[in-house]
């Protein structure tokens, strides 16, 4: 187990930890969470050794591998599998050693150790790897140097992954991945077979990835067990007992002074005001928890044009000669919010400079209001930042005429108070640098909002307040994010931008994820089958028995996530990871995932049976 025992340490003298503790027990999967700039980053650090300790400790069990992410693949003319196959030390050792060695005895070794590592399905698993995250065959056999730093850190990845180490750290993957790269990672990191630590603010990966949240508050460390959700229910009750117990303690303060002060001057009363004032001062103060300042967007709101404000009939564009979209029929009214889907290179960035004009149409027919402003906010725009000058100078260049109060007021409406005003842009967080772009993409009142990648660096409560201010927005928006809470919550409509042209798809999210991770399953053939006749109308006792199953299924459900509960604490004692009690923690997480498995079918069973129900219903 990885165990973090009453460990301190300071930042240029400010303590992001204090005696903090916590102990991640062998094969959970945690998600490490916490404001920006907590502290999270540097405790990643502290775990690999980087930095050393002011106090406390951290233990790992002996010759344990900690793997990460590495801040950049070198741009070499090493393919990408060639890359992330040498990821694999001992492996690559082994095979350089087996071109010269030559005794006998050692050659027998060496093979039988390459068996015993599965050394010879490595290039497999590899191609795998790399293609869940975008990476196709031809690509992988490109060199590094082809690709982009972006595209790098993707084969950075996919390295780490490969070389499955005992205790993988990972640090917001998910923001140089696209909603399918999200996705993929999502249901690797289920399947992951040993430790898992992932700094994310992705709900989503959240739920369904992680089994507990470690949360970095007030320089502590605090393990839950449960998803992210589960957790910030937790997280709100406590707050709210905290709160009552620390009001009804002030309350009993207040009438202690009370007596203290009208008595304190009486003899017949000195007496029992010198105990009520022994017991003020043995009284331990319970602190009410301060709510943290509220993270707020306020976009400007657009006047209202006439219907649509774009509007592409036949439509193509593309670059130079060559055309990436066709046939485009498309259409966009003023309170449209459309999610762009596809996966990379089928044209989402490109049907994006289209309808902000950064792209001219090559064929077809484009209409736009006359009065049509577009705001664009795409993630490069964050490192084109002048970082040596301060948000309100940006503002100043694009406002000159405006005075430095309104400025202040525009830039304190998307989170950056006064002192994030006079900072220059290079010291200010990503997070910090991400509002800033936004503001600067709506600052002009847009009636259409298209977004690139949004979310990247924004912490949990800043996604939120994006989710109020896009649901608030009364312009457009066009959304490419891989962030599927934020689609979920804001996109009424989804565009599939794939074989070079879009259309709507018609599914949900949530059909779109499953497609995706079933993509490579050869699908039923549908063109043979006969139609079926029309269903005769379900009788009132056949809606009966609907209902009674549905119930059941839901009991069953609700049973079977409460044992799964139970187990979790259970596999949370860190006792029951002891040398002498290894075979008895090995039984009881045999049982927890078989629970897990249990989990997913009985809520299958009980979508289905919502579904027939819902059905007979009409």
């Not at 003020?280 to 404000?309: G, H, N, Q, W, Y």
């Not at 600052?443 to 896009?470: F, G, K, M, Q």
């Not at 629970?595 to 919502?610: H, I, T, Y």
Request: aromatic share 6%.
């Amino acid at each position: 187990m990885l165990k973090i025992s009453d460990i301190s340490y300071s930042v240029e003298g400010r303590p992001l930890f204090e005696e903090a503790s916590a102990t991640i027990p062998t094969g959970h999967k945690v998600g490490l969470i916490g404001r920006n700039g907590a502290g999270k980053t540097t405790l990643f650090r502290l775990i690999r050794g980087e930095l050393s300790l002011e106090g406390g400790s951290i233990t790992l069990p002996n010759r344990a591998r900690i793997g990460g992410v590495a801040q950049e693949v070198p741009s070499n003319e090493v393919s990408l599998i060639n890359t992330v196959l040498a990821a694999d030390t001992e492996r690559a050792s082994l095979l350089a050693e087996s071109e010269t060695a030559t005794d006998s005895n050692r050659i027998a070794e060496i093979q039988t150790r390459l068996t015993d590592i599965d050394a010879w399905s490595a290039e497999a698993r590899a191609a795998s790897i790399l293609k869940g995250l975008g990476f196709d065959h031809e690509d992988q056999l490109q060199p590094c140097s082809a690709y982009s730093g972006g595209w790098r850190m993707r084969v950075a990845l996919a390295a780490v992954l490969f070389s499955q180490p005992d205790y993988l750290l990972l640090d917001e993957p998910t923001n140089y991945l696209d909603l399918e790269g999200a996705l993929w990672l999502e249901n690797y990191l289920v399947k992951y077979p040993h430790t898992v630590l992932i700094i994310s603010h992705d709900r989503e990966l959240l739920n369904r990835s992680v089994g507990a949240i470690l949360h970095l508050d007030e320089r502590k460390l605090a393990y839950y067990t449960g998803t992210y959700d589960q957790f910030a229910k937790q997280r709100a009750e406590q707050r709210a007992v905290q709160a009552a117990a620390a009001k009804k303690q002030q309350a009993h303060r207040e009438h202690l002074q009370a007596f203290v002060d009208r008595f304190k001057a009486k003899a017949s009363k000195a007496k029992q005001a010198q105990s009520r004032v022994k017991m003020l001062e043995k009284m331990t103060p319970i602190t009410a928890p301060e709510d943290a300042a509220r993270v707020v967007f306020t976009f400007p709101k657009p006047e209202e044009l006439s219907p649509p404000i774009i509007a592409i009939e036949g439509g193509s564009t593309g670059y130079d000669d060559t055309v990436v979209l066709k046939n485009l029929n498309l259409r966009i009214d003023q309170d449209d919010r459309i999610a762009l889907l596809g996966k990379n290179g089928q044209g989402k960035s490109t049907l994006a400079k289209l309808l902000s004009s950064r792209l001219e149409p090559m064929g077809g027919k484009f209409t736009t209001s006359t009065k049509l402003r577009i705001g664009f906010f795409a993630q490069h725009q964050v490192d084109e930042l002048y970082v040596d000058e301060t948000p309100i100078q940006h503002l100043m260049r694009e406002r000159p005429a405006e005075g430095q109060a309104r400025l202040r007021a525009r830039l304190a409406g998307f989170g950056l108070g006064a002192a994030q005003a006079e900072t220059e842009v290079g010291r200010l967080s990503g997070g910090q640098k991400a509002r800033l772009s936004l503001l600067l993409a709506t600052l002009d009142a847009p009636h259409l909002l298209i977004l690139d990648e949004p979310t990247n660096h924004l912490d949990i409560e800043s996604r939120e307040a994006l989710v109020e201010a896009l649901t608030a927005y009364t312009g457009a928006v066009i959304l490419v994010s891989h962030d599927m809470h934020l689609l979920t919550l804001v996109a009424d409509r989804l565009w599939l931008v794939k074989d070079g042209t879009v259309k709507p798809y018609e599914e949900d999210l949530q059909a779109y994820r499953k497609l995706l991770l079933t993509s490579d399953k050869p699908a039923g053939s549908k063109s043979k089958s006969k139609p079926k006749p029309a269903a005769k109308k379900a009788s009132r006792d056949d809606i009966q028995a609907l209902r009674s199953e549905a119930r059941k299924s839901e009991q069953r459900v609700v049973k079977i996530n409460e044992m799964a509960d139970k187990l979790a604490k259970k596999l949370a004692d860190p006792t029951l990871y002891e040398d002498e009690k290894l075979g008895e923690m090995a039984v009881w997480q045999k049982k927890y995932a078989e629970v897990r498995d249990a989990q997913d079918r009985a809520e299958e069973l009980w979508m289905k049976a919502l579904e027939k129900l819902e059905k007979a219903e009409g």
